[in-house]
Nanobody, 124 residues
């Protein structure tokens, strides 16, 4: 099993920045990719970004390209999400996730482990 612990998040004005971190513990050697999803009230959970822990290859949702950057530190088993130029529509609960199988997928059902989530609120 893998446990994920998120930190960061909070309230920020539109145009501002926030940075998340997510640390993995447990059976981390089997993790292929880590990433982030988000879920706004009344909406389905949606893909944000993911990174391969081995190659460093990344994939982003179109809505965050050019504004968000995902990175990883394998020595610390930690993935980061730097969010710049935040918009009110970025308001959501953000979840850290990880998967064991290869592939930088965008479907939440393809991920094996989930953090508890952290709230981001962007005011206009």
């Amino acid at each position: 099993q893998v446990q994920l612990a998120e930190s960061g998040g909070g309230l920020v004005q539109a145009g501002g920045s926030l940075r998340f971190s997510c640390g993995a513990s447990g059976r981390t050697a089997g993790i292929y990719a880590m990433g982030w999803f988000r879920q706004a009230p009344g909406k389905e959970r949606e893909f944000v970004a993911t990174v391969s822990t081995s190659s460093g290859n990344t994939r982003y949702a179109d809505s965050v390209k050019g504004r968000f950057t995902i990175s990883r530190d394998n020595a610390k088993n930690t993935v980061y999400l730097q969010m710049n130029n935040l918009k009110p529509e970025d308001t959501a609960v953000y979840y850290c996730t990880a998967r064991d199988l290869p592939g930088l997928t965008t479907s939440p059902t393809s991920y094996d482990y989930w953090g508890q989530g952290t709230q981001v609120t962007v005011s206009s």
